[in-house]
């Protein structure tokens, strides 16, 4: 499985913008890059997952460029809610057979 | 529908004693995982089930067991709980599809002490 690293933690104020980079260089061609959030004593979300390009949703983007080394997931004008734990996550587990692995996440808090 | 579920919520257990972790999903996905997440860290893969009557072991697997009782349910078990095992465990279910590709639903967890 690709290996992910993402930063630690990350600070920011109600209304930014917030990117977080994730790096992921032995992607393999049949992998999808997906994010999840995880708030405080709750399971991990899914939030958005994609190939190449450019994906949006109505939580998020997600930005690859087009050696896929790479992917940032943008948070539009974050609010306190926005406060969590953020992983990314590289693979392919659409047969199944193997699952994902969840690094240790960017932690972002958001204060007002 | 109610997801993923998991019981219990909260357990205590003394070293040495045994129990199972229940998990049920009325999604009728075909995948189902079980993780377990220490305080400030990541979750690791204790074992997953890609379907009916086949487990496979994930990152962390000694000391527990598991069971795909059918297509719905999937139980986590602990023989002889020590210490070390003191931790949140979530179960997961996935269905592949091509808009959801690696979409996991998660359950509320379940805190584990053992004293």
């Known amino acids: 499985l690709a290996k992910t690293t993402q930063p630690i933690s990350m600070d920011s104020y109600e209304g930014q913008e917030v990117n977080i980079t994730c790096s992921h260089n032995?992607?393999?061609?049949?992998?999808?890059i997906t994010w999840y959030q995880q708030f405080p004593s709750q399971g991990p979300r899914f939030i958005i997952q994609g190939y190449k390009t450019k994906v949006t949703n109505e939580v998020a983007s997600l930005f690859i460029p087009a050696d896929r080394k790479s992917s940032t997931l943008s948070l539009p004008r974050v609010s306190l809610s926005d406060t969590a734990v953020y992983y990314c996550?590289?693979?392919?587990?659409?047969?199944?057979?193997?699952?994902?692995?969840f690094g240790s996440g960017t932690r972002l808090q958001v204060q007002p | 529908n109610a997801g993923v579920t998991q019981t219990p919520k909260f357990q205590v257990l003394k070293t040495g004693q045994s129990m199972t972790l229940q998990c049920a999903q009325d999604?009728?996905?075909?995948?189902m995982y079980w993780y377990r997440q220490d305080p400030g860290m990541g979750l690791r893969l204790i074992y997953y089930?890609?379907?009916?009557?086949?487990?496979d072991k994930g990152e962390v697997p000694n000391g527990y067991n598991v069971s795909r009782l059918n297509k719905r349910e999937f139980s986590l078990r602990l023989e002889s709980a020590a210490p070390s095992q003191t931790s949140v465990y979530f179960c997961a279910s996935h269905h592949p599809g091509e808009r959801t590709y690696n979409e996991q639903f998660f359950g509320p967890g379940t805190r584990l002490t053992v004293l």
């Open positions: 089930s890609a379907s009916e009557g086949t487990t």
């Open positions: 999604m009728n996905h075909n995948s």
């Open positions: 996550l590289v693979g392919d587990s659409n047969t199944g057979r193997r699952a994902l692995t």
């Open positions: 032995n992607i393999a061609t049949n992998d999808y």
